[in-house]
């Protein structure tokens, strides 16, 4: 949903509101991918003053991800407020909007697509998990620990007290 600029400009205050449903393709992210289940719902509300526009909205998406702990996928709902500030011009650009992928200086135009991308990827988790008991994986089978447990022996060892198991090793086999 692209969005011309020039129109904004010329007027001291403006305002419209946009409703959208977008289907999104799926993207790579931190190498994670990203799949949209259903379409995007955007509800914006966007006001035009002093030489800038003031984006307000919701961002409502199902995201398909894979656990971070045992791999899986899963499907995350995500309902974002978004307020953005995007100078209408690149010359009173503090933040840097106008080197951005939703502002096209060449065509003038504003995409409020790639915009609400922006904002739903800054507020993605960085380990998204399936639920917040996922037991995650076997360090020695592979398992998925959340359909049942494995017969693996897995013993361990707080890292800081490793040393002393090093020196009871080495005591057992001086005493052989």
């Known amino acids: 949903m692209k969005l011309l600029l020039s129109g904004w400009r010329s007027a001291d205050v403006v305002q419209q ?4 449903s977008e289907l999104w393709p799926s993207l790579k992210w931190q190498g994670q991918e990203i799949r949209f289940k259903e379409p995007v719902q955007l509800s914006l509300e966007l006001t035009g003053e002093q030489g800038s526009l003031l984006v307000r909205g919701e961002i409502a998406a199902e995201l398909e991800l894979a656990c971070s702990r045992c791999a899986e996928d899963f499907v995350l709902p995500m309902r974002l ?11 009173e650009d503090q933040d840097g909007c106008w080197n951005s992928a939703y ?3 060449e065509r003038d135009e504003l995409d409020l697509s790639e915009l609400s991308i922006q904002v739903l990827l800054e507020n993605l988790p960085l380990q998204p998990l399936c639920s917040q008991e996922c037991r995650g994986l076997c360090p020695i089978c592979g398992k998925n620990l959340n359909s049942g447990d494995c017969d693996c022996q897995v013993e361990t060892i707080d890292p800081r007290l490793a040393i002393l198991r090093q020196v009871l090793n080495q005591n057992q086999q001086a005493k052989k």
Do not use: C, Q
């Open 17 to 20: 509101t946009l409703m959208a």
């Open 81 to 91: 407020t978004m307020n953005e500030v995007i100078p209408l011009a690149s010359d």
């Open 103 to 105: 502002l096209d200086r």
